[in-house]
């Protein structure tokens, strides 16, 4: 980073801003159709189970090694590696997380770009109505022109460069002090509205009684995927807006308050979409369209079904666009760093990098949708781009990068990086400490390594 840091204003801003790095599309549109892809209960408590034992330790790690470090993900892990007196050799991991949060930017901006063209269609166009068909019908045109997306993904590659260009300490604590609050209590309306007008008895049979059919190691390996994407660790993310982070701030609050809200607004995600799903006779393993498709059937039998549809995909915008800024971040600040080159400069080529990499992803919903790379191995017979890009960083990158990092922070550093950051007693010292040497590198192994006996 340069020279003049930025620093968040305070505790209420670093908190609202990770909070608006963890709740985006992770929470919204992917947590629901993964639920539904995995068979509902067990997928849910597996990824419940992840965060305590795996994710919230990794996250303690990583914002310990930021404020530590004060530099990006490589900057701040060679730092801290050398004064334990430990081989710098451990940035790669750092590097790592960087490359990875780019592939995901990478698609993650063409479903952003959905939020958008949602909204101009609810905007504009109005709703397509009540019938499972007709909206199954717009969704598919949508995606059927890659032109249409392609501009949307541009807008919003666009918007993420614009706000990180500016620096990210004003641009996303603002957006976030206001439409964080609003995404949640709409959230809250929605999953209400669905509870009364959709099955709620099934879906809470659904996403909390145990079904020991659905219990299987690709649930537990595709649930500890999606709590790496939602919350961000395992890129160094965290790392990241922890070097922003002043000593005033206790990470440990802003960590849980992170971890619980996007928790919240994921499992209101689920109550917002089954029951619509469910009363309809949808197929809930519906897939990444899965938000897309049900939610505008409640829309269209909602009082001011319109004005609301709009808002909320404006709203979804924005919590996308919260995450991407961070992601975007991680390139930017090493690009700033490494290269001496001006925020701007770097925010804009990174950006355009990250737009041409997406178009492999845009062209697997249309043009390339008969198209699977890997169709000779078993389990990605029908795996186009797009899905082979989001197993390859949920269930591989991340974890590996998450993996790295519990071992550095367990077995490299001295216990002082974590107590003093962190503020924590020799009890808690040594519960993480040896969280972070054994359960989590464990438990990360045996769940990358579930393929091969799946």
Partial sequence: MSEKRETWSGRVGFILATVGSAVGLGSIWKFPYEVGANGGSAFVLFYLAGLIAIVVPLMFAEFAIGRSGRGDPVTSIAVVAAAHGASRSWAIAGALGVATGFVILSFYSVIGGWTIGHAAEAAFAGLAGSDPDAVRLRYQLFLS???????????????????????????????????????????????????????????????????????????????????????????????????????????????????????????????????????HGLDPAGGPGLVFVTLPLAFAQMPFGRLTASAFYVLLFVAALASAISMLELVVAMLVRRLRWRRAVAAWIAAAACFGAGIPTLLSFNLWSGWFPLSGIEGFEHATVFDLLDYLTSNILLPVGGFAIALFAGWAIRDSVLTEELRLGRLSAVALRFTLRYIAPIGIALTALAPLWI
Avoid: C
């Fill in 145 to 279: 022109s890659p032109w249409r997306m392609l501009g949307y993904h541009a807008l919003f590659m666009a918007s993420a460069a614009a706000i990180v260009a500016r620096g990210i300490g004003g641009g996303i604590e603002a957006a976030a002090k206001i439409m964080m609050p609003i995404l949640t209590v709409l959230m809250v309306a929605l999953a209400a509205y669905a509870a009364i007008e959709g099955d709620l008895a099934a879906t809470l049979r659904f996403l909390f009684k145990l079904d020991p059919n659905s219990v299987s190691a690709r649930a537990a390996l595709d649930a500890l995927g999606l709590g790496f994407f939602s919350i961000g660790v395992g890129l160094g993310l965290m790392i990241t807006y922890a070097a922003y982070g002043g000593q005033d701030i206790d990470l440990k609050q802003v960590a849980i308050a992170s971890v619980l809200a996007d928790t919240g607004i994921s499992l209101l995600a689920g109550f917002a979409v089954f029951p619509i799903v469910f009363a």
